[in-house]
């Protein structure tokens, strides 16, 4: 099936459904259009250019007690200080954006919590978040999520088997990025898919590391992000922690690998995202697993 000709089916929407985000509309102000931008109110997909806090913000308003069953979170690193890294062999500078730059400690923290505080109050009460990094962020995430009463539930290390190499040859080889896993607050009952993961890892408990290649090729067809995650990975702590049909958010939605993974799984999904270019390269990845759904469903 064409997505012309999906397009059709599309008119038949429910806009009177309290959990549709097709009305949800929002003032421009200095910092974004904060529009909708994509929308597919039949597989449940909705991404907003916007910036993040004045978006969630506005959710809250809207969903006071809680709207969404998880939320995937890919914050800034700020790790883009003019460093060297190692890019298909050669030496690059380590610049992922404006937006990745460190404002030192104090005021990076400050926004964690900012982000984090709007995502806690976003969560169902038995919702969960998980928030990846590095060395230079993960820290702060973990501690603002302690100040905020959340309940960590696991810190996941994602190994990668093939790195790029140390090239000041003055440090251990980074290989990995720790994913936290955390409960709205000490009360809530998470849910937790665990026949499903041991399933899926040969009838064993399935360990808190865990080994995933960066993004295949395959993955980057219509663009990529500098700081993308591969589908494996993001589909593993959707299918651990959420049922089919529930609502996922992913306030930092970069090329919208979550999206592409609630799409896969059935799931529904809201991304934010700032920058025209990951909107543009966001809409064609949507649009493709939209279509590949449809198209193994017929």
């Not at 000709?5 to 008119?11: H, I, L």
């Not at 395959?218 to 990975?233: A, R």
């Not at 090329?255 to 990951?278: A, F, N």
Request: net charge positive.
């Amino acid at each position: 099936m064409k997505l012309a000709e999906y397009a059709v089916k599309e008119k038949i929407i429910n806009l009177n459904n309290e959990n549709s985000f097709d009305n949800l509309v929002i003032k421009k102000s200095k910092l974004s259009d904060n529009k909708l931008v994509y929308q597919n109110s039949q597989q449940g997909i909705w991404l907003y250019q916007a910036n993040c806090l004045e978006f969630m913000d506005k959710l809250i308003e809207k969903y006071p007690n809680g709207i969404f069953d998880m939320i995937f979170a890919d914050p800034p690193y700020f790790l883009s200080n003019g460093g060297i890294t190692c890019q298909t062999g050669k030496m690059v500078s380590v610049h992922k954006g404006d937006w990745d730059k460190s404002k030192g400690a104090e005021v990076n923290h400050a926004f964690n919590l900012e982000w984090l505080k709007r995502c806690q109050a976003l969560l169902n009460p038995n919702g969960t978040i998980w928030v990846s990094g590095t060395q230079h962020v993960i820290f702060s995430i973990g501690y603002a999520m302690q100040q905020l009463g959340m309940k960590i539930l696991n810190d996941i290390i994602w190994e990668k088997p093939n790195p790029p190499p140390n090239l000041s040859c003055r440090y251990f080889t980074h290989s990995t990025e720790t994913i936290l896993w955390a409960a709205k607050n000490e009360k809530s009952k998470h849910l937790f898919n665990y026949a499903d993961m041991r399933k899926e890892n040969g009838d064993k408990q399935m360990k808190n590391v865990w080994r995933f290649t960066a993004p295949a090729k395959d993955e980057k067809n219509f663009g990529k992000h500098p700081t993308q995650k591969p589908i494996k990975l993001v589909e593993r702590c959707i299918l651990a922690s959420t049922n089919p049909q529930d609502l996922i958010l992913d306030p930092f939605n970069g090329s919208s690998t979550t999206g592409v993974c609630s799409i896969k799984h059935g799931r529904k999904y809201v991304g934010i995202e700032l920058e025209r270019e990951y909107i543009d390269l966001s809409i064609k990845r949507l649009d493709s697993e939209i279509i590949s759904k449809l198209n193994q469903g017929n």
